[in-house]
């Protein structure tokens, strides 16, 4: 009755229509909402869901993030809920609750790749890289063409000092995808771990070429300080030096 007068509404759709602007106090409608005998979970799923998709109500991301958690408290496996959260959760770093909601729609049947890859970069970004390898691995089994997996899988093998196999992977990004900058510096970094300084100085030189080649100072510049770390930026020739313009 208090909303009913506030925003002079006549009927149940008409509270319906305005209940979840943001700018109508949504944390006491939802309440009512919430408590009242006359609204089954079914109905306030529905409700929830067509204001989380109506961009006239809810454009702004915190709101979205308010409606999808109020989704997830009556229905936690609601597919729409934790899709938008597992990238809310990733984007701002709140890496355990992005595993949480990933994990909810893995189990519930959703095989896609890039629930695993988000899944798989939180694992990553909180040291479990056991777990993130395999989410990585799931994804490059039915996909053996997605270079960013092999990648991540690459780089999740070298944190754990497992250096033949993060080699391994980063060969099969580049095989992939033969001038990807990243993969190189990473496997020269890989080789050079795994005792391989030849194949390192090579990867590591064809690295800062192509960077060099696309004026990327501070991908230039990283590349350097691993040839320095690995010992092979003496190797390169007095002509190398003078084409990449290093001193």
């Keep these: 009755l208090i909303f009913q007068e506030k925003f002079n509404l006549k009927d149940e759709h008409s509270f319906e229509t305005v209940a979840f602007k943001p700018e109508n106090c949504p944390e006491a409608i939802y309440d009512f909402l919430a408590k009242s005998d006359q609204y089954e979970n079914d109905?306030?799923?529905?409700?929830?869901?067509?204001?989380f998709k109506d961009e006239r109500i809810?454009?702004?991301i915190e709101s979205k993030k308010i409606l999808a958690e109020r989704i997830q408290s009556i229905d936690k496996k609601n597919n729409d809920a934790n899709t938008w959260l597992v990238e809310y959760y990733f984007s701002n770093k709140n890496y355990s609750q992005a595993?949480?909601?990933s994990s909810i729609l893995i189990d519930g049947g959703d095989r896609s790749e890039k629930v695993f890859l988000n899944r798989g970069q939180s694992y990553r970004a909180l040291g479990q890289q056991?777990?993130?390898?395999?989410?990585?691995?799931?994804?490059?089994?039915t996909n053996e063409k997605n270079e960013e997996a092999f990648l991540l899988l690459g780089k999740s093998y070298g944190s754990l000092g497992r250096f033949d196999l993060s080699v391994a992977a980063f060969n099969r990004a580049l095989m992939l995808n033969p001038k990807n900058v990243d993969a190189l510096l990473f496997v020269g970094v890989a080789s050079a771990a795994n005792g391989n300084s030849d194949e390192s100085y090579g990867f590591l030189r064809q690295a800062l070429v192509l960077s060099k080649a696309r004026k990327n100072a501070q991908k230039s510049k990283i590349i350097?300080?691993?040839?320095?770390?690995t010992d092979t930026f003496s190797r390169l020739s007095t002509e190398d030096k003078n084409f990449l313009k290093l001193e």
Excluded at 43 to 51: D, G, Q, R, S, Y
Excluded at 130 to 141: G, H, P, T, W
Excluded at 224 to 229: C, F, G, K, L, Y
């Design 130 to 141: 056991e777990n993130a390898i395999n989410d990585f691995l799931s994804i490059v089994a």
């Design 58 to 60: 809810c454009s702004d």
């Design 99 to 101: 595993i949480s909601s």
């Design 43 to 51: 109905k306030k799923i529905n409700f929830l869901i067509t204001e």
């Design 224 to 229: 350097i300080n691993a040839m320095h770390s």
